[in-house]
C-alpha cells in the first residue's frame, strides 16, 4: 500500500512565524505535490516538484515555497505566516510516467494549519 | 488549459435513495478523468477514473461514471447510497499530454449528506 505521510495533523501558529510542513511517501514516487483545501474552493496547487531539487509553481505560490532535498520527502515552507494561510494543506505523490500516460496521485491525511 | 464545475455544491438524499453528483469540464485536449472522495478529517482517495475504452466506468464502493464527450461530462451515480457514503466528492480532470498531465484541477466539490 502506497503511504503518504505528514507530520501533523494539526497545528496552530501565530502570525510572522515561519511554518514548515512535512510531506513523506513510501513509494518511490518522482512526483510530489503540495495543494490547499478551503471550504467551496476545492484543491489549489499550491507546488509541485518531479524530481529531487526540483520545483514547479503551481496555481497558487505567493506566500509559499517548498523544499526537495530527498526524494522521499517534500516540505512546505511558509516564510511568515498570515491569518489568510490558515488552511487545510495536503501533500500527494505519483510516478512520474511518460507525458501521455496516467499518474494517478495518492493523498496523505492533510495538515490543518491555524494562524493566530 | 483545464476547468471543472461541479454543479451542486451540497447533495442531502436519503438513506437508500439513488444519487447522482455532477460534473462537466473544459478543456482544449483530451482528458483523464478522476473521482476522489473526502471521508470526513481524512485525505483524498481515488473513486473512479476515465483513461480511454468504455465510458461507464466502474468504481469502489458501487459508484460509477459515464463519460459523455458531447457533454464534456463525467456524471458519478450510485443506485442506492448508505450512510457512510456521507463525504465530499471531488471532480478531476488531467491533461492527456505535455506538461500538465502532471496536474490536477479539481472541481470545488461536492458534500454529499445521507440522511437515515
Known amino acids: 500500500d502506497v503511504k503518504v505521510t505528514q507530520s501533523s495533523r494539526y497545528l496552530v501558529k501565530r502570525t510572522g512565524e515561519k511554518v514548515f510542513l512535512e510531506c513523506v511517501q513510501d513509494m518511490d514516487h518522482e512526483n510530489m505535490f503540495w495543494y490547499r483545501q478551503d471550504p467551496g474552493l476545492g484543491l489549489r496547487l499550491i507546488y509541485f516538484?518531479?524530481?529531487?531539487?526540483?520545483?514547479e509553481k503551481g496555481d497558487i505560490p505567493e506566500g509559499y515555497s517548498v523544499s526537495r532535498e530527498k526524494k522521499e520527502r517534500f516540505s512546505l515552507i511558509l516564510e511568515s505566516a498570515s491569518t489568510n494561510q490558515t488552511s487545510m494543506y495536503l501533500c500527494?505523490?505519483?510516478?512520474?510516467?511518460?507525458?501521455?500516460?496516467?499518474?494517478?496521485?495518492?493523498f496523505g491525511p492533510g495538515t490543518r494549519l491555524t494562524v493566530l | 488549459a483545464q476547468s471543472v464545475t461541479q454543479l451542486d455544491s451540497q447533495v442531502p438524499v436519503f438513506e437508500e435513495a439513488p444519487v447522482e453528483l455532477r460534473c462537466n469540464y473544459s478543456s482544449s485536449v483530451s482528458v483523464y478523468l478522476f473521482w476522489y472522495v473526502q471521508y470526513p478529517n481524512q485525505g483524498l482517495q481515488l473513486l473512479l477514473k476515465y483513461l480511454s475504452g468504455s465510458t461507464l466506468v466502474k468504481g469502489i464502493n458501487g459508484f460509477e461514471a459515464e463519460f459523455n464527450k458531447s457533454q464534456t461530462s463525467f456524471h458519478l451515480r450510485k443506485p442506492s447510497v448508505h450512510i457512510s457514503d456521507t463525504a465530499e466528492y471531488f471532480c478531476a480532470v488531467s491533461a492527456h499530454s505535455g506538461a500538465g498531465s502532471y496536474q490536477l484541477t479539481f472541481g470545488k466539490g461536492t458534500k454529499l449528506s445521507v440522511i437515515p
Open positions: 500527494a505523490s505519483s510516478f512520474l510516467l511518460a507525458a501521455t500516460s496516467y499518474n494517478e496521485q495518492f
Open positions: 516538484s518531479y524530481d529531487v531539487k526540483m520545483k
